[in-house]
């Protein structure tokens, strides 16, 4: 049976730089047998897309097309990308400069590749932003647990773990 109708979920949505979201397909009927689609973005400097997981790349306005060819059916979602707020830059800048405890603590720092955290005796959540505020990793690490920067490109990056903010220098 062909696709009669495609809807996408969000049909609009604001996003900030470095965001991420996957977007939801509702297909008619739900017993169509071709479900494949054809993603593309209007502007991919804005937010790019593949197979229906959107990244928000730079600041402005896009549409995301998700296109069945056997039936002709498709659907769009706007999608306008902002700078992360200069509140949230103040913000970070603030927590890193009240960091004056020494637990936990980042080591070896700088790095090359790997990096761990002494000071923590359980398993705790950790937020790794780049310097500009976009979040880059979210989950838990357990103490002695290597967590891998070798992927990213040279630079400071900020790592939110219990209530403090360690700067990190990725060589």
């Not at 494949?36 to 990244?55: D, F, I, M």
């Not at 976009?134 to 967590?147: K, S, Y």
Request: net charge negative.
């Amino acid at each position: 049976m062909l696709m009669r109708s495609l809807q996408l979920t969000p049909m609009n949505v604001s996003l900030f730089v470095g965001d991420t979201l996957r977007l939801s397909t509702r297909i008619s009927p739900t017993t169509t047998i071709d479900r494949h689609l054809e993603w593309s973005s209007t502007s991919p400097e804005v937010a790019a897309v593949r197979n229906g997981e959107v990244t928000a790349v730079g600041e402005g306005s896009t549409i995301i097309t998700a296109y069945n060819p056997k039936s002709g059916c498709y659907a769009t979602c706007d999608i306008t990308v902002h700078k992360v707020p200069l509140a949230q830059y103040a913000d970070i800048a603030t927590a890193v400069e009240s960091n004056t405890g020494e637990t936990p603590m980042a080591y070896p720092n700088p790095t090359s590749g790997y990096f761990f955290l002494e000071g923590i005796a359980h398993p705790v959540e950790v937020r790794l932003y780049t310097i500009t505020g976009n979040l880059l990793f979210h989950g838990p690490v357990a103490p002695q647990e290597a967590i891998d920067l070798s992927s990213l490109r040279a630079g400071v990056y900020l790592l939110h773990c219990q209530g403090k903010i360690l700067r990190l220098v990725r060589q």
